[in-house]
């Protein structure tokens, strides 16, 4: 089966680096996706890995490690609108089914 | 590019019933997938269509149907509404193994 681990919470300050990270046990892995949801709104696209390494994208960087089943988010210089569920998805198989975390609360606080 | 579109935003239904919802995709896009998010569970796949075919399905009850039109439009049902389908409905659409565009969502209650 599936599984996919990442904290369920986290607590920042405005201004500062934080690190959510994501561990996963999967078959067939094609890639891993972060996705940032605010409370009532629709998934929105962060970030895609599928080769070993760091991708990054302005404040945003995501880091993954195949060999290790690792990957993390790393969110710079953090903004009150960064608080938010930030979710985990792997993608396995021959088309987009994707498999997510339960998704990790961040709260940014002054 | 007009995104995603899910109709309707909102709906309210009995056991035992059933529902419909529709997904529209992104012009272009192929593929679309469901999921179901519940605050216990999480986003959860239901199932992914291309090209009017189910490619994969996720661990749902027989009672959770799709179908996709030739114009990629996309419909889902639930039939014998149950207490616990009450959920948002997501839909996305996307290129094959990628970025998957996440609709606004269906959000079902069932009483």
């Known amino acids: 089966g599936q599984n996919i681990d990442q904290p369920t919470e986290m607590t920042a300050t405005e201004g500062a680096i934080v690190q959510i990270n994501c561990t996963y046990q999967?078959?067939?892995?094609?890639?891993l996706f972060w996705y940032q949801q605010h409370a009532g709104e629709a998934p929105t696209f962060l970030s895609y890995?599928?080769?070993?390494g760091l991708e990054e994208k302005g404040r945003f960087s995501s880091f993954l490690s195949r060999s290790k089943g690792y990957s993390y988010l790393l969110l710079k210089e953090l903004q009150m609108k960064d608080s938010a569920s930030y979710l985990c998805?792997?993608?396995?198989?021959?088309?987009?089914?994707?498999?997510f975390g339960t998704g990790t609360q961040l709260k940014v606080e002054l | 590019k007009a995104g995603v579109t899910q109709t309707p935003r909102y709906l309210i239904k009995t056991r035992g019933q059933q529902v419909t919802l529709s997904c529209s995709p992104i012009?272009?896009?192929?593929?679309v997938s469901w999921y179901q998010q519940t605050p216990g569970q999480g986003l959860q796949f239901l199932f992914e269509?291309?090209?009017?075919?189910?490619?994969n399905k996720g661990n749902f009850p027989g009672r959770f149907s799709g179908r996709q039109f030739s114009n990629s439009r996309s419909e889902m049902n639930v039939s014998t509404l149950e207490l616990g389908d009450s959920a948002l409905y997501l839909c996305?659409?996307?290129?094959?193994?990628?970025?998957?565009?996440f609709g606004p969502g269906t959000r079902l209650t069932v009483l």
């Open positions: 996305a659409s996307s290129l094959i193994h990628a970025e998957q565009f």
């Open positions: 999967t078959s067939g892995f094609n890639g």
């Open positions: 890995n599928v080769l070993d």
């Open positions: 998805a792997v993608i396995t198989g021959g088309g987009n089914k994707l498999t």
């Open positions: 012009s272009g896009h192929r593929s």
């Open positions: 269509y291309f090209s009017e075919t189910q490619r």
